[in-house]
C-alpha cells in the first residue's frame, strides 16, 4: 500500500467513525465511549501523516508507535461498544477488521524501519 493510499484509508476510516459516534445511543456511557473512540480513531491518520513528514528514521518510527497506539486504542474502544451492548458486533465488524488491519500494518512497517536502521548502524540499540 502506498503512502497516498494509507493516508486515504486512514482518513476513510475516521470519517466512518464520525458518523458511527454521531448515530450512538445519547444515553452517557455511548457518549463517554464515543467521545474516546472519535478521539483515538481520527488520530490514526493525522500522526500516520505526520509520521510521513519525519525528520529521521527514529522519528518516523516514534510517531509510527503513536498511530499503533491509537489504532489498538481504538480497537479497545469498538470493543467495548460490542460487549456493552450498544451496537452489535455485525455493525461494527468491518471498522474492527479495518483498525486491526491498520495496526498489522503500522507494527510492519516499525519492523521493517527497525531492521533497515540496525542493518545501516549496526551500533544502534533501535
Given at each position: 500500500?502506498t503512502e497516498?493510499?494509507?493516508?486515504?484509508?486512514?482518513?476513510?476510516?475516521?470519517l466512518r467513525i464520525?458518523?458511527?459516534v454521531?448515530?450512538?445511543?445519547k444515553?452517557y456511557?455511548?457518549q463517554?465511549?464515543?467521545?474516546?473512540?472519535?478521539?483515538s480513531?481520527?488520530s490514526v491518520?493525522?500522526?500516520y501523516?505526520?509520521a510521513?513528514?519525519?525528520?529521521s528514521?527514529?522519528?518516523?518510527?516514534h510517531?509510527l508507535?503513536?498511530?499503533?497506539?491509537?489504532?489498538?486504542?481504538?480497537?479497545y474502544w469498538i470493543?467495548?461498544?460490542v460487549?456493552?451492548?450498544t451496537?452489535?458486533?455485525?455493525?461494527l465488524s468491518s471498522?474492527?477488521?479495518?483498525m486491526?488491519?491498520?495496526?498489522?500494518m503500522t507494527?510492519?512497517s516499525?519492523?521493517t524501519?527497525r531492521?533497515k536502521?540496525?542493518i545501516?548502524n549496526?551500533?544502534s540499540?533501535i
Amino acid at each position: 500500500m502506498t503512502e497516498k493510499e494509507f493516508k486515504d484509508r486512514t482518513k476513510q476510516i475516521a470519517l466512518r467513525i464520525i458518523k458511527l459516534v454521531e448515530a450512538l445511543p445519547k444515553n452517557y456511557s455511548a457518549q463517554v465511549i464515543g467521545k474516546q473512540l472519535l478521539r483515538s480513531a481520527t488520530s490514526v491518520g493525522a500522526n500516520y501523516r505526520a509520521a510521513c513528514r519525519g525528520k529521521s528514521t527514529a522519528d518516523v518510527i516514534h510517531k509510527l508507535s503513536i498511530v499503533e497506539e491509537e489504532a489498538d486504542e481504538s480497537l479497545y474502544w469498538i470493543e467495548l461498544l460490542v460487549e456493552s451492548q450498544t451496537m452489535s458486533e455485525k455493525q461494527l465488524s468491518s471498522l474492527h477488521t479495518d483498525m486491526n488491519e491498520i495496526v498489522a500494518m503500522t507494527v510492519s512497517s516499525i519492523k521493517t524501519l527497525r531492521s533497515k536502521k540496525t542493518i545501516q548502524n549496526p551500533k544502534s540499540k533501535i
